[in-house]
């Protein structure tokens, strides 16, 4: 490895909105994050209900076509 064209690597504290703190070593000191694995959906295993369909047939509503034209 070439001297002097790396960035120093120092401890560092990752702090969660949910409260976790995970103790690493980065290039950036202290960072705060909105979502980790304590708290994500994912890993949790609770999942938010969404309003995907709700979407969907919003789009369909815009971009129907119009007439009984099919290509």
Known sequence: MKKGI???YKDT???CACGEVI???STKQNLRIEIC???????TG???LMDTAGRV???RR???KKGSETN
């Open 62 to 64: 815009k971009y129907k």
């Open 23 to 25: 103790q690493t070593r």
């Open 46 to 48: 609770k999942q938010k």
């Open 6 to 8: 790396h960035p120093e």
């Open 13 to 15: 504290i990752i702090t």
């Open 57 to 59: 047939e919003r789009f």
């Open 37 to 43: 694995s304590k708290c994500h959906p994912f890993f």
